[in-house]
Nanobody, 124 residues
Framework: QVQLVESGGGLVQAGGSLRLSCAASGRTFSVYAMGWFRQAPGKEREFVAA????????YYADSVKGRFTISRDNAKLTVYLQMNTLKPEDTAVYYCGLVLRSRVVTAEREYDYWGQGTQVTVSS
């Protein structure tokens, strides 16, 4: 089993920044990638960003390109999501996920484990 623990959510004004963290523990000896999804009220969960743990390949949703940056610390098996120039439409619960083998890191169904989610609220 793998456990994912997210932190760093909160309330911020539009234009502000937040940094999310996601730490993985447990049976983590074979991980292809970790990523972030978000779910706003009344909407489906959507892909935000992902990063392969070997090679550091990056994946971003068009809606966050140029504003969000995903990074990793392999020694800690932790990924970070630096969110800048936040907009009210970024308000959502942000979920960290982990992919063991699949290379399709933009699809929710390919993820093997999920964190509990952290709320991000951007006020206008």
């Amino acid at each position: 089993q793998v456990q994912l623990v997210e932190s760093g959510g909160g309330l911020v004004q539009a234009g502000g920044s937040l940094r999310l963290s996601c730490a993985a523990s447990g049976r983590t000896f074979s991980v292809y990638a970790m990523g972030w999804f978000r779910q706003a009220p009344g909407k489906e969960r959507e892909f935000v960003a992902a990063m392969s743990m070997i090679g550091g390949r990056l994946y971003y949703a068009d809606s966050v390109k140029g504003r969000f940056t995903i990074s990793r610390d392999n020694a800690k098996l932790t990924v970070y999501l630096q969110m800048n120039t936040l907009k009210p439409e970024d308000t959502a619960v942000y979920y960290c996920g982990l992919v063991l083998r699949s290379r399709v890191v933009t699809a929710e169904r390919e993820y093997d484990y999920w964190g509990q989610g952290t709320q991000v609220t951007v006020s206008s």
